[in-house]
């Protein structure tokens, strides 16, 4: 109806009032007149108990279970299915149970009733401190129990909107301490699902308030170094990691330390300074075998093992993955098995191993899949394009690294920098074989593969008898 007057860009801009911009004709019921005129109508036959309920609801964004609904929005079954009777909300199903939720321009006028009934500041407080609590229960799991990490990503991907809405309230409040308890609780969700740039940029928000040195900031600083090192800031990374660790040893936490000194290592390694990462992953390394942080100790000598290889120390790095690999499987630790298994199958792609490389760059490739965690992918993926490269299958390097890159830019994370040496050499190789146009066309289609092509691709190179180690 109103296209002949707006472009679908000033439609778009204008939606945020749709309430009084789509109108019906000027014949009709005076309640039918505009949207807003409409839900008013319905809204002033609710009863008391009903209009409170739902103005409240306005709260929540990409809805809520009942749970949530009961405890923010103080919900009955009642006056719950009311609301639901009269088309004012709706339902549906999720893996976590019923979700309640408004139409956007029904949701836009609850908001309205909400704002003029004075009670729009505690039912704000009531939903951060809700979602802040769900996210602090969720990095708790995350961090120490990695079998149930998917479930809890999944659940905290099903409550994202919410946990959005509840992060730009406490900011736009200036609740700067609480912006930070949030997304220092959020970070390793961002980080696992591959939302690195919407991760730094909400964490460097809560950072740039002054709190007080506790715990709660010392967890932001640790994920904003982390997304940091991710978007190539490496600078920056080291400026957030070294004031963790100072909070840290100011508090006297023996964990916050050694995850402090992890993460530092972490940035020292990203500049190229091989031997001072590994002093630090030594250290850090022993106070999470002392602290029997047995994630953790993992972790650290998987990344020692990369700096050992860095080194030339080879034989060390190999040994060490090969331990590793023993302990993540006998732990049940599924991300750094398949992390483990992507470093021996470098470490044999760089020997000349092809054939040994093969079976476990694809099942590395095959864990992180199903891990989900896409910054993973994205390494194991460049893995399989460089051992593609060197088996001569040209065309399916370029194909695998164009989607490798691709997944990069889809995070907004920079291709780490200790990697460029290593692409700059596959892509040599890769348009020794190829023309021009040849390369273009397989860059381009190797943006969209999927995973049953890839998968493919990956089981010709297994069962490939004639790949034979480098003369």
């Not at 809405?165 to 301490?177: K, M, P, T, Y």
């Not at 957030?240 to 940035?267: C, K, M, R, T, W």
């Not at 460049?382 to 690294?401: D, E, M, N, P």
Request: overall charge negative.
């Amino acid at each position: 109806a109103r296209t002949a007057l707006f472009s679908p860009e000033q439609l778009l801009a204008k939606l945020s009032g749709r309430l009084d911009l789509l109108k019906g004709e000027r014949d009709a019921d005076p309640r039918q007149q505009t949207l807003r005129a409409t839900i008013e109508w319905s809204y002033e036959l609710l009863s008391d108990d009903e209009q409170r309920l739902f103005r409240r609801l306005a709260v929540f964004s990409g809805g809520c279970t009942y749970e949530a609904a009961e405890e923010i929005a103080g919900a009955e079954p009642d006056t719950l299915q009311s609301l639901l009777d009269k088309s004012l909300l709706r339902k549906r199903d999720s893996e976590a149970g019923p979700r309640y939720w408004m139409l956007e321009t029904i949701r836009e006028y609850a908001g309205e009733r909400l704002e003029e009934s004075g009670e729009a500041e505690e039912i704000r407080r009531r939903h951060a401190d809700h979602f802040t609590a769900l996210a602090e229960e969720a990095d708790a799991m995350m961090g120490s129990d990695h079998q149930h990490a998917q479930i809890w990503s999944s659940r905290l991907e099903t409550e994202h909107d919410n946990l959005r809405a509840a992060f730009d309230r406490l900011i736009a409040s200036a609740d700067g301490e609480a912006a930070q308890r949030l997304s220092g609780s959020l970070w390793k969700f961002w980080y696992m699902t591959g939302a690195i740039g919407e991760g730094r940029r909400r964490l460097e928000a809560a950072l740039s308030f002054e709190t007080p040195r506790t715990v709660i900031r010392a967890r932001a600083l640790d994920g904003a170094t982390s997304t940091s090192i991710e978007t190539g800031d490496e600078a920056l990374a080291r400026v957030y990691a070294e004031e963790s660790l100072a909070i840290n040893e100011e508090l006297g936490d023996p964990f916050g330390i050694a995850h402090a000194q992890f993460l530092l290592a972490n940035v020292v390694a990203s500049e190229g300074d091989w031997m001072d990462a590994r002093m630090l992953l030594e250290q850090c390394r022993a106070r999470f075998l002392e602290l029997r942080a047995e994630y953790y100790t993992l972790l650290s000598t998987r990344v020692l093992a990369w700096c050992c290889a860095e080194l030339g120390d080879r034989a060390t790095a190999r040994a060490l993955n090969e331990e590793n690999l023993r302990d993540a499987r006998a732990a049940g630790n599924t991300r750094i098995e398949g992390m483990t298994l992507g470093a021996l199958a470098y470490g044999a792609i760089d020997d000349g191993r092809f054939r040994e490389a093969a079976p476990l760059a694809r099942d590395s490739y095959w864990i992180k899949r199903s891990e989900g965690d896409r910054l993973q992918v994205a390494s194991a993926l460049f893995t399989i394009a460089r051992l593609l490269a060197k088996t001569g299958r040209a065309v399916s390097a370029t194909r695998v690294l164009s989607r490798s890159t691709a997944l990069y830019e889809e995070m907004d994370a920079a291709i780490p920098s200790y990697d460029l040496v290593d692409r700059e050499e596959t892509v040599d190789e890769i348009r020794r074989s190829l023309s021009e146009s040849e390369y273009e066309d397989a860059w381009e289609s190797g943006r969209r593969l999927g995973d049953s092509e890839i998968d493919a691709i990956l089981e010709e190179v297994v069962a490939d008898e004639a790949v034979e180690p480098d003369a």
